[in-house]
């Protein structure tokens, strides 16, 4: 079973990038699909991003962070990053990285929850 821990979370201005990580250990990253979500004070957890186990490694978005947020993979490090650029006051949450499976609702559901990482976006 992978164990994630996900870091580089911090508090940024907006419009400012900021690059998280989580690494994996236990097993290689090579056959997980691995999805990052997020959760705001009084919201529920949502899903942002996710890359997947097969060799073409197809990425997908939530609409919020389409064309900001960027999902990659290092195999060689079994480390996954987000890099999220033009960040806004919204996108405060925790960050959390989990192994990922999209339902044939189309819905993304996680794995098993870390303690995240905290991002904080000031206007």
């Known amino acids: 079973q992978v164990q994630l821990v996900e870091s580089g979370g911090g508090l940024v201005q907006a419009g400012g990038p900021l690059r998280l990580s989580c690494a994996a250990s236990?097993?290689?990253?090579?056959?997980?699909?691995i999805g990052w979500f997020r959760q705001a004070p009084g919201k529920e957890r949502e899903f942002v991003a996710a890359t997947m186990a097969s060799s073409g490694g197809n990425t997908y978005y939530a609409d919020s962070v389409k064309g900001r947020f960027t999902i990659a993979r290092d195999n060689a490090k079994n480390t996954v990053y987000l890099q999220m650029n033009s960040l806004k006051p919204e996108d405060t949450a925790v960050y959390y990285c989990?192994?990922?499976?999209?339902?044939?609702?189309?819905?993304?559901?996680?794995?098993?929850w870390g303690q995240g990482t905290q991002v904080t976006v000031s206007s």
């Open positions: 236990g097993r290689t990253i090579t056959s997980v699909t």
């Open positions: 989990t192994t990922a499976v999209r339902g044939y609702d189309g819905k993304w559901y996680g794995g098993s």
